[in-house]
């Protein structure tokens, strides 16, 4: 079958689109999904580049995001047949541990994502959990396959920090870093749908646009204003109750200055480095909680799905590229240029 694989770690020269061998039959509990299409993320720049943990061991098929059709299952699945428009959980868990039996599958201690641990979605077939598949909702005008393939990582990131991490309430003033990628984006808009007053950032005149349209209350370029000082502006000098944030080094500190007192930081990734300073006077004079989080559970997926079963949190996509353009969608992932998600067709 045709793939994006990674030859080798070292970044976007090492993508090639090869014949790869197809999956075989799913077993016990797995699923075969043929892949109409795969989104793109982060992720996927990190993993070419050589992420401390992946383990890509000879050619590796990436991708993390994907919708397709059912194609077969393994004989413990029982309602999910093949021909069912699915789209798929990345995060894969091993159910046993003490923290799946708690239904934490985020915190599995054998947690594994597709694309990164596991052959990925960038490729006719994937085989996966069958538990890890969610049927497509019934929409009007129905999702296309680049909309059902952009929506699982990020919508799923964005809501465990903003609802079950933050517990963000009508309200209350988010401040969310970098609109312009998808965590952001999402979070943004589950913060709306939470009923917080959003202040988003942004380097882009035009995807700050893009967020006023998506419903952000206020609109901040990072690049031209300093965060903090507006934050204080905008709240009275007050702060807000949360920061979401996914940049790392380069709004740390600044995060902490735009926080109120007993304000909540929640944390998913480490763009611009991870090596942070926290003045711990800060932390317990003003009683913060620093919060970290990653992907999300069965529950939250589920509860993601049936929200956008509802005509909400439809996804926003950039581009589509054919898989031979795969090399150039992952550049325009890299230049930071797109307004949403960026999708391979793979139909
Ligand atoms: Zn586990």
Request: glycine share 12%; charged share 20%.
């Amino acid at each position: 079958m045709k793939a994006c694989i990674l030859t080798a770690a070292g970044g976007l020269d090492r993508i090639a689109v090869a014949d790869v061998p197809s999956p075989g039959a799913p077993r016990g509990g797995e699923a075969r999904v043929a892949v109409r299409a795969a989104a793109l993320n982060h992720l996927d720049l990190f993993v070419a580049q050589g992420l401390p943990g992946a383990k890509p061991s000879g050619p590796h098929v990436m991708g993390a995001d994907g919708a397709g059709l059912v194609d077969a299952v393994g004989p413990d699945v029982t309602g999910l047949g093949p021909g069912t428009r699915v789209m798929i959980n990345p995060g894969i868990s091993d159910g046993t541990c003490e923290f799946c039996l708690e239904g934490e599958h985020s915190l599995c201690v054998n947690y594994q994502l597709l694309g990164e641990h596991l052959p990925g979605t960038l490729a006719a077939y994937v085989i996966v959990p069958a538990r890890n598949l969610a049927v497509v909702p019934q929409l009007t005008p129905e999702l296309s396959w680049a909309e059902a393939a952009a929506f699982s990582l990020v919508t799923l990131t964005a809501w465990r920090m903003v609802v079950t991490r933050a517990a963000v309430t009508a309200g209350e003033w988010v401040l969310v870093w970098g609109v312009g990628g998808g965590v952001s984006q999402a979070a943004m808009r589950i913060a709306k749908l939470r009923g917080a007053r959003v202040i988003v950032t942004s380097s882009s005149d035009a995807k700050l646009e893009e967020a006023r349209r998506l419903g952000a209350d206020v609109t901040l370029n990072h690049r031209a204003q300093k965060v903090s000082l507006e934050v204080r502006r905008l709240t009275g000098r007050r702060g807000v109750d949360v920061v979401i944030e996914n940049t790392g080094e380069s709004t740390w500190e600044e995060s902490l200055r735009c926080l109120a007192k007993g304000g909540r930081l929640v944390t998913c990734g480490a763009t611009t480095g991870p090596r942070v300073v926290t003045d711990v006077r800060r932390l317990f004079w003003n009683q913060y909680t620093i919060m970290g989080s990653t992907v999300g559970n069965q529950a939250e997926y589920q509860e993601v799905v049936r929200v956008l079963g509802t005509g909400q949190l439809r996804p926003i996509v950039d581009r589509v590229y054919p898989l031979s353009d795969v090399r150039a969608a992952l550049e325009r992932l890299e230049r930071g240029e797109q307004l949403g998600k960026i999708v391979i067709d793979l139909s």
